[in-house]
């Protein structure tokens, strides 16, 4: 499985970003599709994660009520709506594959290049 993530960018505090995470491979034999986050100098953090069938998703619990992860089976994508952004949400974004719906990174197998998402006060 490859994924490829895409989106970030330098936004000013209040706006919204999606980021999209384009995957190929045998995509249908991974369940948990994830979004992690890894500021400078802190630990790689859960954001949200959503099975390929839709019908499950988990939030961290910082992320509840801004953040909103979704995927398009036809399109092979994940994707991470990120609204009123805070200058803490800066940081760079992963996006993952597993077969569990987990908040641990150790239970995602494929990971993407991450995008960067820094957000000005």
């Known amino acids: 499985v490859q994924l490829q993530a895409s989106g970030g960018g330098l936004v000013q505090a209040g706006t919204s970003l999606r980021l999209s995470c384009a995957a190929s491979?045998?995509?249908?034999?991974?369940?948990?599709w994830g979004w992690f986050r890894q500021a400078s100098g802190k630990e790689r953090e859960f954001v949200a994660t959503?099975?390929?069938?839709?019908?499950?998703?988990l939030y961290a619990d910082s992320a509840e009520g801004r953040f909103v992860i979704s995927r398009d089976k036809a399109k092979n994508t994940v994707y991470l709506q990120i609204d009123s952004l805070k200058p803490e949400d800066t940081a760079v974004y992963y996006c993952a594959a597993g077969r569990i719906v987990s908040q641990t990174a150790r239970h995602y197998d494929y990971w993407g290049q991450g995008t960067q998402v820094t957000v000005s006060s």
């Open positions: 491979g045998r995509t249908s034999a991974y369940h948990a």
């Open positions: 959503v099975t390929w069938s839709g019908d499950t998703t």
